[in-house]
Structure formats: C-alpha cells, structure tokens
C-alpha cells in the first residue's frame, strides 16, 4: 500500500509539472544571441576606454614633447649665442694681433720691393694716407664680425644675427637665412629678450628668440616656431601610434580572455536554467573553466532539484490535508509554478491558464484571501501566503457550503426587505432610513452628505374629492419619479403619509445639490401635471448637509424637515436649503 502511493504521488508530481516549451529549441539560439550582445557591450567598452585613453595620452604626450622641444631649443640657443661670444671675443683679439702683424709684413714687404727697384723706378714707392687706410680696411672687412657672422652656415629655421646695441640695425645674418629682420620695436624687443627668452615675429612669423649683448653688438639667436610644431607632431604621432598598437594588443587580450573564461561559463549557465525554466528537467551543467563557476554550477544543480520536486511534496500536502484541497506554489525568480494533483480540475482551467492566474495573483498583490466564481460554476476560497519571491496558494472547494449560504441569505434578504420597505410605495421606511443613516455616521471619521424632506402640498384635497386610491395612485407616481431622479446608492424612503425623504451618502455641492432638487420640482409638474392644475399639487423641499455638528440622525432630520416647513411657508411649490 506504501509503495502504491509513492508510486501515484510521483506520477501527480510529474503530471502537476510544466509542460516544456514547444518554442524551447530556439532557447540556445536566444541565449547565444544574449551572450553575444553582451560581448559586443563589452568590446564597445572597452574600444571607448581604448579611444579616450589614447585621446588623452596622445595629447598629455604633445604638450610633454612639445614643451621639451622648446626647452631643448632654448638651451641650443643659448649655447649657441654663448659660443658666438666667445668666438667673437677670441676673434677680436686675434684680429687686433694679425692686424699688427699685417701692418708690420706689409710694411717690410714694401720697403724690400723699394730697395730692389729703387733705381729702375722714376716714381715715389712711399703709400699715402689713404691708400694706407683702403689697404686697412679691405683687411678689417675681411676679419670682422659681420664676416664671420655671415659665413656661418645654418639651418633654413635657424638664424643666427648680429644687431647694433646702440641703433638696432642689422650688422650680419647667418648666410642660409634672408638678410633682414623686419620688426617692430626691434632695438627695444631685441634688450627685452637678453633676460627672458621667448616667442617674437621676425618677417612675419614667429620665432623663439634667445640675445645677448658683446660689446657694440646684440648677438642672437632665432628658432622658428613652425618647425617645433612640426616636430613635436611627428614625435607624438608616433608615440600615439605606439600607444595606440599597445592599448589595441592588451584590449584585445582582455575581451578574449573575458570571452573564453567568464562569457563562455555565463552562456553554458544560462542556457540551463532557461531549458530548466522551459521545462527540460534534463539539465546537466559541464566543468567549467574556474573554480568559482563550478562552485555555481553545483549550487544550481541542487537548486534544481529541490525545485524539480516540489509538485510531489505540494501532492504529499494534499492527501494528508484531505477532500476539496488543492495547493500550488509560484516562484517569481524562477517564473515556475507547481501544482497539486486536482488543481486543474478543481479550476477548470489548463496549466497555462492556471499558472497565469498564480503568476498574477503575485504581480497583482493580491488580499491573503479571496473567493472566486470559476466558469464552470464552482466557488473556490483561495488563502494565500507570500514568502519573498514565493507564492504558496491553498484552494478551498466551497461550491456546496456557498450555495446554501446563498439561499440562506436570499430567504433573509427577502424578510429583512419585508419589514425595511413601505408595502404602498415600495421605497425604504422611516426605520430603516434612520439606520442607514446612523450605520453612515459611525463608520466614517468625517461624514458628508445630505438629508432631504419633502411634502406634498394639497395631497389631502386628492383624498378628499377623488378617493384614497386615487391618492395611492399619485403617491405610487411620486415614488417612481425618486427613483428615476436620484442614484441607486442613495436612499429613498417614505416617511409616512405624503412625506418622504432621501438621503444622499458623500461631499455634494451646494450648487449640484439645488439644480438637482429645482429639476426635481419641475419634473414632479409635468410627472403629475393634472393634478398640480386641478386641485394645485406641489412639493414643497427641504435639505441639510451632513457634517460633524449635526452627525446625529434626529438632529439631522429635524434641520431638514425646519427647512422644508420653510420652503412651505414661503408659497410652496419651492425649495429651501438649510
């Protein structure tokens, strides 16, 4: 006997399961295509980071370049202009010697040619002042700085210049270089830069301008600024080529190593549980690549054993619980819901049907407790009890017990409204208008609404000349135009006689309120206009609201039956709100 319910719980469980997914062969292909979305998120990651890495190396690296070749540039300067000093000192000193040296050979030249051709001569050898002075300064031109300066070969960016310190005009310019140096302000810019080096426009462009001053004379030197750009482009070109073949390399290794160790074990798991989500209990999960993956995998296989069988524990439950009983348990995290043997049947719905009305009841956040008209006419209590993501449901057979409450309820329906209904007119009676009333009151913490009296003016004289069923005809008339003329929620009774009331539950305004009772008089005119001209029948109106200073019913009804007398006195046929 043991074994023949074992036997029948595991086939239940296995019944109660979900069905796999017709649509789950394309599961992998969905999977796939998420994992690859997600390898091309991280490629575009990481080219970005790449990108703006190399932005910013490549531009940190040319103002590094860029300033170093200024630096470097001024420092050549300097070297240079100091060397041109010194050459010029030396070669100051080394003229004035060679110069009395050239003085001294050339006077004893002179004076040996006078001795050999003396007597063949009939001229004067003797050299004039003059031609004395030519001679010195043909050699002085040969020697001077403006010579030296001017045969000094440079580059085509580089000049190399002498100036005059006390007019600023332009003694000698390095030969690669055009001859002039049109600047403005050259004399006083040229003794700016003798402190400071920097940036100066010599014919038009912009030079890097180093000065120094040697006697009569501001030596200087100028690099033109165009070629350090240049220069400093090219270097940073191809260090960012550089970074940019490194950072491309580690990127590259980077995302194939996330591919190969962490996405290919994130597919392999994903795959599973969505097979397992399908309905494939058949899932089986591969060694993985590390020791934190294979710790998950083993983490879920158990997880999807226990969860494999929970139909069969939820099946257990029921037999033990007894007749009329279901159970079903919806996990919102693993989108599964399991059910007990009859669950279906009780319902009258399939499984998918089924596991959408417990997969909205959870969504929905559904009462603990409810009770629900199934199409096939049964009437199923439903408890529910959430523990974080699960939702357990307990199913209630109640079709038989509901049915006589039911009939029950009616049998008492219909004696209570025996004994709250006017037997003439059919509305509520004074008593039950009371109860509505003072039920109203005490259930709401600040009660609004409003109590109307009305009287039938010159009813007597219908009695009196056309008989009391002529009388019950138009009190039965009356009683039909309150109905049609106020909400069904509102109550409408007959207090006695051919005065009635109606009370209207909730905040109206005092404007609604008075375009309501003013169409109800003109309506009462034309409902019984042969009367109103005969025998001069109207209705005289009378409304209080309900509020916290009078949230007493006889209080209530005496403010609104005072207005009605008002409304009387005031010719009737009116309508006066208190």
Known sequence: ???????????????????????????????????????????????????????????????????????????????????????????????QKAKELFVEDYLNRMSFISYLVEDCLEADLAI?????????????????????????????????????????????????????MEMENRLERLRDRMDTPGVEWINGQEYLVVVEECGPYLLGFASEMGELQNRSVQYALFGMISIVIVLLIVTMIVYYSIKRYILRDLTMITEGIERFVSGDRQVEFPQAYSQEMNVLCRNLRLLIETVD?????????????????????????????????????MLGVSEAEAAAMAKEAYEAGCEPESVKHLRSGRVVRVHRVRNGATLFGFLYDITEEYEKEHQLRTQLQHAQGESQRDSLTGLYNRKYLEDAVTDYVNKHRDPKGVLISIDMDNFKKINDTEGHLEGDRVLLQFA??????????????????????????????????????????????????????????????????????????????????????TAKNNGKDSLQIG
């Not at 001077?144 to 100036?163: D, E, G, M, W």
Request: glycine share 4%.
């Open 128 to 180: 004039s002042d003059a031609q004395w002075a030519e001679i010195l300064e043909r050699y002085q031109n040969m020697t001077n700085v403006v010579s030296y300066i001017r045969n000094i070969p440079t580059q085509l960016s580089r000049i190399l210049f002498a100036v005059d310190a006390q007019t600023g005009e332009v003694i000698g310019v390095s030969r690669n270089n055009v001859q002039t």
């Open 480 to 565: 039909r135009l309150l109905e049609s003329s106020f909400r069904a929620c509102d109550v409408k009774a007959r207090m006695g006689g051919d005065e009635f009331a109606v009370f209207l539950p909730g905040e109206v305004s005092e404007q609604a309120l008075r375009q309501k009772l003013e169409r109800l008089i003109r309506d009462c005119r034309i409902c019984l206009a042969e009367k109103y001209e005969t025998h001069g029948l109207s209705i005289s109106v009378g409304a209080v609201f309900l509020d916290r200073e009078n949230a007493d019913y006889k209080m209530l009804y005496q403010l609104s039956d005072a207005a009605m007398y």
């Open 309 to 345: 069988n929970s139909s069969s524990r939820l099946t257990l439950l029921v037999e033990q619980l007894g007749m009329k009983v279901e159970v079903y348990e919806y996990n919102s995290e693993l989108d599964q819901c399991y059910f007990s043997r009859n669950a279906f049947e």
């Open 1 to 95: 006997m043991q074994k023949h319910f074992k036997k029948n719980a595991r086939s239940r469980g296995r019944r109660a399961q979900r069905r796999p997914d017709p649509a789950g062969k394309n599961k992998k292909n969905v999977s796939y295509d998420g994992m690859k979305k997600l390898c091309e998120k991280i490629l575009t990651i990481l080219i970005s980071i790449f990108v703006v890495s190399s932005l910013l190396l490549s531009a940190v690296l040319y103002s590094a370049i860029y300033y170093m070749e200024i630096h470097t540039e001024e420092l050549a300067a300097r070297d240079a202009v100091d060397q041109l000093v010194d050459v010029i000192l030396q070669l100051e000193e080394a003229n």
